[in-house]
């Protein structure tokens, strides 16, 4: 996933920059209003900065919004409602107060990308398959198995709905907590493992959820396989 970094403040910049690839996210960094209009390259998502050298980051924003429906996340040391209420009016998905850590914005940009990509994917194509058993309706937030409706729990559903977002990928129990549960989740993650063990009981053959000691989990699609020399219809 690709993000724009809209930020003059070199060490704030420079810090999120890091943070973010250590996740696995590219980063286009640049620092001025006009250098983030005139950026050509394609991204996923716009962290934006309200105090820019050139411009104020809402008219960004709003010009950035225009163009089309990437999400914009605002980050800005400005506390006032306002602004916050503003950024949101001119088309911001979200708007995050300096200081911040960076997996508060990670959390956000996983926020906001789980609202918006899946939307428009399942506008467009309907439920999402995952091997020949496993269906997740985004838009309607339905799981079937072999056609029939499996009943999940809410946070259940999140987190099926992560771990399948890149199947094969490990994702560390902090990556899981911070995107399914909330940014400042301190308590314990054993309500993770007992997630985990609730979708491997009710997704039995359609997924494997591997634990990875020490470090989280990875998702895998498991292929039919209902009988031998057979292709599943």
């Known amino acids: 996933m690709r993000v724009l970094l809209v930020e003059d403040d070199e060490p704030v910049a420079e810090s999120l920059r890091r943070g973010l690839i250590r996740y696995g996210f590219e980063v ?3 620092t001025t209003g006009a250098a983030a209009l ?10 934006l900065d309200l105090g820019l050298p ?12 225009a163009r ?6 605002v980050i800005s040391a400005r ?3 306002t602004d916050r ?5 001119l088309g911001a998905d979200d708007y995050v107060s300096k200081p911040f850590g960076v997996r508060e914005v990670i959390a956000r940009i996983r926020a906001v990308m789980r609202r918006a990509q899946p939307r428009a994917t ?3 194509a309907g439920p999402d398959a995952y091997g020949t058993r496993l269906t997740i309706d985004r838009k309607a937030a339905r799981v079937r198995l072999d056609g029939e409706e499996i009943p999940l729990a809410p ?9 399948t977002e890149e199947p094969g990928a490990l994702m560390s129990r902090e990556q899981i907590m911070e995107a399914v549960w909330d940014a400042n989740w301190f308590g314990p993650t054993k309500t993770l493992d007992v997630h985990v063990a609730a979708l491997r009981r009710k997704l039995a053959g359609a997924i494997t959820i591997e634990a990875v000691r020490g470090v989280g989990f990875r998702l895998e699609i498991t292929e039919a396989t209902t009988v031998e020399g057979t292709s599943p219809s």
């Open 155 to 163: 946070k259940e559903y999140d987190l099926l709905s992560f771990l």
């Open 122 to 124: 399942a506008e467009a």
């Open 28 to 30: 286009d960094w640049v």
């Open 68 to 73: 089309g429906d990437v999400p914009i996340i």
């Open 38 to 47: 005139a950026h050509s390259a394609p991204y996923d998502v716009v962290l």
């Open 85 to 89: 209420v503003v950024g949101l009016e």
């Open 79 to 81: 506390s006032d409602e």
């Open 54 to 65: 050139d411009t104020d980051g809402l008219d960004v924003c709003k010009a950035l919004r």
